[in-house]
């Protein structure tokens, strides 16, 4: 039999992502907020039956490899979802991604990000939303460019798509999606 997948889902939350992994993976939920290890719960009885194993890990992004049961170079996949919005250091969460993967190891991630330089309107709007949104929404920033801490972090190959998902002439701060995956 092969060995499980080892992956770590960074911020997982209340765990939504679970539906999505492989069968029999061994996953690892690194999250700051103990309060959710209670949703990670429920939705492991919902749609984590196909898990070989789930350990709920409270911790941050920026900490990855100090975490006693995620090695360096020890993981499959790293997989991260609307979470480097609100980290405290992009770069730093990157470069530990990097540290735990194995070599050829993937890094999933889907982000909200700031628009394109020709979105002029919507940028002025990621702006000003921001101050507001890192103070009432857990430091969510409207206006980050993720894209750039992982170009210079020095994956193998990374491929991604820096995109709208809403009609031109809607102005919503929410609305650039980048989803990728970079291999180290
Ligand atoms: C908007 S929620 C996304 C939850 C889940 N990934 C999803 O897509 O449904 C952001 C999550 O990131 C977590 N988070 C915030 N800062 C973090 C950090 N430095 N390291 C790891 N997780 C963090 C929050 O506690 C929260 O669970």
């Known amino acids: 039999m092969l060995p499980a997948k080892a992956i ?5 939350g209340s765990g939504t992502n679970f539906q999505f992994y492989p069968n029999q993976c061994a996953l690892r939920c690194v999250e700051p907020k103990v309060e959710f290890k209670g ?57 530990e991604v990097k540290t735990v993967l194995k070599p050829a190891g993937k890094f999933y991630f889907l ?12 940028r002025i709007c ?21 894209w750039k801490a992982l170009e210079s972090a020095g994956f193998s190959s990374i491929t991604y798509q820096r995109k709208s998902i809403a009609k031109a002439s809607f102005i919503s701060p929410l609305r650039w999606l980048c989803v990728g995956i970079a291999t180290k």
């Open 8 to 12: 770590v889902e960074i911020g997982a």
């Open 39 to 95: 949703y990670v719960d429920d939705s492991l009885k919902k749609r984590g039956e196909h898990l070989a194993s789930v350990e709920f890990v409270q911790g941050t992004g920026e900490l990855l490899s100090q975490i006693e049961s995620i090695k360096p170079g020890s993981v499959d996949y790293v997989v991260c979802t609307l979470v480097l919005c609100s980290v405290k250091d992009v770069s730093k969460v990157i470069q």
């Open 111 to 122: 982000e909200h990000v700031y628009a394109s330089e020709s979105s002029k309107l919507v």
């Open 126 to 146: 990621q702006n000003v939303i921001t101050p507001i949104s890192k103070l009432l929404l857990d430091n969510c920033h409207h206006n980050r460019e993720p």
